[in-house]
């Protein structure tokens, strides 16, 4: 059975940086793109950008362009999503996500989601 | 960027009862919207793809409809397990961007 297993949550200073992690299970981890989406308290999902895990080829979403950075380690099947010069903006509960595949077709929509990182953001 | 806008913001209704959720797109997005459902603390849930396609293991009473800029998900007779969040979101631009709505909550009437 697919699983995502992320890192534990975590309170940093404005101006630093988190770096989250997200380990996979259960099925070929080169073979799906994973995709990382935030979630502010009480607000709605924001997507964060996806990572090719096989190549490292990834996209982020234009807010986060310059201060986002997703890298993946096949060795123990990982992927990493890195924010800087954080703010209390950023304060959120940040998910990855693997994309759905079927019948040889793959989507950019998410069948299996990590546990969720929250991350605040306080002086 | 395509914008996605939900309506209503909440929905009140009774167990049994019908619910129909709405999702517009700024632009075209043909079919490719899917929802997703989340209850407090927990991640969101795949239910439909495709507008219309019922994600592995959704039961037959949460279906989808519309294409291109409007759509719809209907539940039809509502659950005790139903109330909850509920999100669209487009990936016919997946290569650049994707985009969700603002979220529809469902709560008991």
């Known amino acids: 059975q697919a699983q995502l297993v992320q890192s534990g949550a975590g309170v940093k200073k404005p101006g630093t940086s988190v770096k989250v992690s997200c380990q996979a299970s259960?099925?070929?981890?080169?073979?799906?793109?994973i995709h990382w989406v935030r979630q502010a308290p009480g607000e709605g999902l924001e997507w964060v950008g996806w990572i090719n895990p096989n190549n490292e080829n990834t996209n982020y979403a234009k807010n986060f362009q310059g201060r986002v950075s997703m890298t993946s380690d096949t060795s123990i099947n990982t992927v990493y999503m890195e924010l800087n010069r954080l703010t209390s903006d950023d304060t959120a509960a940040y998910y990855c996500?693997?994309?759905?595949?079927?019948?040889?077709?793959?989507?950019?929509?998410?069948?299996?989601w990590g546990q969720g990182t929250m991350v605040i953001v306080s002086s | 960027e395509i914008a996605m806008t939900q309506s209503p913001a909440t929905l009140s209704v009774s167990p049994g009862e019908r619910a129909t959720l709405s999702c517009r797109a700024s632009?075209?997005?043909?079919?490719?919207l899917a929802w997703y459902q989340q209850k407090p603390g927990q991640a969101p849930r795949l239910l439909l793809y495709g507008a219309s396609t019922r994600a592995t293991g959704i039961p037959d009473r949460f279906s989808g409809s519309g294409s291109g800029t409007e759509f719809t998900l209907t539940i039809s007779s509502l659950q005790s397990e139903d109330f909850a969040v509920y999100y669209c979101?487009?990936?016919?631009?997946?290569?650049?961007?994707?985009?969700f709505g603002g979220g529809t909550k469902v709560e008991i009437k």
């Open positions: 996500a693997r994309e759905f595949c079927s019948g040889g077709n793959c989507y950019a929509v998410f069948d299996v």
């Open positions: 632009q075209s997005v043909g079919s490719n």
């Open positions: 979101q487009q990936y016919k631009d997946w290569l650049r961007t994707l985009t």
């Open positions: 259960g099925y070929t981890f080169t073979m799906q793109y």
